[in-house]
């Protein structure tokens, strides 16, 4: 099993709709970041978190640290938002940059 | 806008090449990092950085190596490409002195090897 678990694997929506991509992770982390990864391949960093919430435009992220779960959630999604999602944990006491990635969330908007 | 570049971004070779992976930032970032990730699947550490002479080994054994004689330059190598190292390598990089800030990635290099 692996220690940073994404669900759902695949979603489709249609545009407008509100999304939600969840992560539960089974390790002490000292920080938890949700990453975009485009067809193309180049990933860029949406959040890094370590509590409570953030928000940047659209794209809303949430942790509970109790529940070791964290949510990514986008509103009004656009085709434009299609791209694989991925969470990534920071081990407690690791080293940065040896993050643990979980296998992504392949969104498809469709207009 | 990118400010840590990878090339070439694809690159098909035969077995037995010597192949290097280009990876360079502008943003004078300290901490550099080199993922692989194959198909569906998810990214794992290969080598990193700290700065200038700095290498290290991450999680995932891989037979490449890599090197860190400029702070803005961090060149992966495979000595003997072989067909079980296709897959896509990505670069990041991160400025020193906050344990978590944002990792910047690369457009990232998809091997394949004949």
């Known amino acids: 099993k692996n220690e940073v678990e994404q669900s759902p694997q695949n979603l489709t929506a249609q545009e407008g709709e509100f999304i939600t991509i969840n992560c539960s992770y089974s390790?002490?982390?000292?920080?938890l970041h949700w990453l975009q990864q485009h067809p193309g391949g180049g990933i860029v960093s949406l959040f890094m978190?370590?509590?409570g919430k953030k928000k940047h435009g659209r794209l809303i992220a949430t942790i509970n640290i109790q529940e070791k779960h964290s949510s990514l959630h986008i509103t009004a999604s656009h085709p434009r938002d299609s791209a694989v999602y991925i969470c990534?944990?920071?081990?407690?006491?690791?080293?940065?940059?040896?993050?643990?990635f979980g296998k992504g969330t392949k969104l498809s908007v469709k207009p | 806008e990118a400010d840590i570049y990878q090339t070439p971004r694809y690159l098909v070779i035969g077995t037995g090449k010597k192949i290097t992976l280009e990876c360079s930032q502008t943003?004078?970032?300290?901490?550099m990092y080199w993922y692989q990730q194959d198909p569906g699947m998810e990214l794992h550490l290969i080598h990193y950085?700290?700065?200038?002479?700095?290498?290290e080994k991450g999680d995932l054994s891989s037979e490449s190596t890599v090197s860190r004689i400029r702070t803005e330059h961090f060149p992966l190598t495979l000595e003997s490409a072989r067909p079980s190292h296709t897959s896509q390598y990505l670069c990041?990089?991160?400025?020193?002195?906050?344990?978590?800030?944002?990792?910047?990635f690369g457009n990232g290099t998809r091997l394949t090897v004949t």
């Open positions: 990041a990089s991160s400025p020193w002195g906050e344990v978590n800030s944002p990792l910047h």
């Open positions: 390790v002490g982390i000292s920080a």
């Open positions: 978190l370590s509590s």
């Open positions: 990534a944990v920071g081990p407690r006491g690791g080293s940065q940059g040896n993050l643990i």
């Open positions: 943003m004078g970032h300290d901490k």
């Open positions: 950085s700290y700065g200038v002479n700095s290498t």
